[in-house]
């Protein structure tokens, strides 16, 4: 959140910035939301894409040291428009089963040149109007549709406990991604993929 304050106060370009690399996720997830529903939803699909997230997390081994994380790389605000698009486009990938959101946007940002703490940074922004937009779209169909399948009750509780699991689980990973540990998450999808595609 002071993260948050700041950017929203003194750094108006990287909300810019995140604006505009939020666009291509919009882009997919509306003009494929029917096909991917139908066409994605294969264990097949999850399983090579699982291969995939994996062996670009093990990039990361390379580029993501504690000492660079610290030092070396863009801040945020030094993005060009284009590399944040190029994020952007690696977030929208993430609407394919297998695809982390997260892994891709944080190694997107390290391809493009950005401090590890910052490409993180960056991914969780872009995380924002992305998850809010589409919990937003998808609550509102379920209430047009009255196809709630669980009590309000029953559904705000469960959104209350997946939020501060999450927050615990993002404080987790943003000191594994300062500490160069985030391809160790790479020896866990080369296991598990070939598991799902058998």
């Known amino acids: 959140f002071p993260r948050l304050r700041k950017i929203l106060r003194e750094e108006p370009r990287v909300v810019l910035l995140g604006l505009w690399a939020t666009i291509p996720a919009v882009l997919v997830g509306l003009g494929l939301k029917t096909w991917t529903e139908e066409t994605l939803e294969s264990p097949l699909v999850a399983g090579f894409a699982f291969l995939i997230t994996g062996a670009a997390l093990l990039w990361t081994k390379k580029r ?13 605000q030094q993005l060009s428009f284009w590399q944040a698009l190029a994020i952007g486009l690696a977030q929208a990938a993430a609407v394919l089963p297998g695809i982390s959101r997260s892994g891709a946007t944080i190694v997107a940002g390290l391809a493009v040149g950005l401090r590890p703490t910052e490409a993180a940074g960056f991914s969780f922004l872009l995380a924002i109007p992305v998850i809010a937009g589409a919990g937003l779209l998808e609550g509102l169909e379920m209430l047009r549709e009255n196809s709630t ?48 595609i058998l």
Request: proline share 7%; charged share 10%; glycine share 14%.
């Open 149 to 196: 399948p669980l009590p309000i009750g029953l559904l705000g509780s469960g959104m209350a406990v997946s939020f501060l699991v999450g927050l615990g689980a993002l404080r987790w990973l943003l000191r594994w991604v300062e500490q160069g540990r985030l391809h160790w998450f790479a020896y866990w999808l080369f296991t598990v993929g070939p598991v799902v």
């Open 64 to 76: 993501s040291s504690p000492l660079q994380g610290k030092l070396q790389g863009k801040l945020c």
